[in-house]
């Protein structure tokens, strides 16, 4: 935990009692004692620092200083055909932690049709992965996420609408016989879309659909990966050709 997150709604004049998880990583992780300050932010909001004034068994107060925008968020969307529900609340906390704006969790004939009836998608119970990646990339705002168990209705009525501002456009596919670089057609500073299949893959008229959406279709190679290391993978690699792509950084001091 990287960054004590806060509700809006538990600030009352800069000041906030934690008590749970959030306590006890102070107490017991970090090791914290009346005076030190710790890093927050409020969820949707600015980060800060909070100066614990208090401290009890059961509770801890902060004083709270809001000071700085969160980093910003990779001009990325993620399609992610549903996995087991034990393994996605692993790669939600792994993809927010990387950053995306929106996740949309799809429905595949290679998905075990059972995966919708679990709680953690009937109830949209995202929350705690969803946080613990926040917490670690010491961000604030929260992906939209969205469910979708019907494919055809989803690839050909919803994302003609949801991705007009995404002219990137990457179909992650054992079979596909280009880079990500070269897939992405050197618009690599535009907002993509990356589409990541289930365990056995996209079947081919799945690829079709998405094709004729103008997906672009990619390979890591002949390697294939668990959607658990897929996700963190290909998002990464998408950010690091992103900042190639945008040339070397400045140089963050120069001598006198």
Do not use: Y
């Amino acid at each position: 935990m990287n960054l004590i997150l806060l509700h809006p709604q538990e600030l009352s004049e800069q000041r906030v009692s934690l008590s749970g998880r959030r306590a006890e990583h102070l107490r017991k992780i970090l090791r914290s004692t009346i005076g030190d300050r710790v890093r927050v932010g409020v969820l949707g909001g600015l980060l800060g620092t909070g100066c614990i004034q208090e401290m009890s068994s059961d509770s801890i107060v902060l004083q709270v200083q809001l000071t700085s925008e969160p980093p910003p968020c990779p001009p990325t969307d993620l399609i992610l055909a549903v996995p087991r529900p034990i393994m996605l609340k692993r790669v939600l906390a792994q993809a927010v932690s990387l950053g995306v704006r929106r996740i949309f969790l799809l429905n595949a004939n290679r998905v075990e049709k059972s995966f919708f009836s679990s709680t953690l998608i009937r109830n949209n119970d995202f929350t705690e992965p969803l946080l613990l990646g926040l917490e670690q990339a010491m961000d604030t705002r929260l992906p939209e996420i969205s469910v979708h168990p019907r494919f055809r209705p989803f690839v050909e009525d919803l994302l003609p609408e949801l991705l007009n501002d995404c002219p990137i456009r990457l179909l992650a596919h054992p079979e596909g016989e280009q880079s990500m670089a070269q897939a992405a057609g050197g618009l690599l500073n535009q907002r993509a879309v990356l589409a990541i299949g289930p365990e056995g893959g996209w079947v081919d008229f799945e690829v079709e659909r998405f094709k004729a959406q103008a997906f672009a279709t990619f390979s890591l190679g002949p390697r294939i990966l668990r959607v658990d290391t897929a996700v963190p993978a290909l998002l990464a690699q998408l950010s690091l050709l992103r900042q190639t792509s945008a040339g070397p950084a400045p140089p963050a001091w120069s001598a006198p």
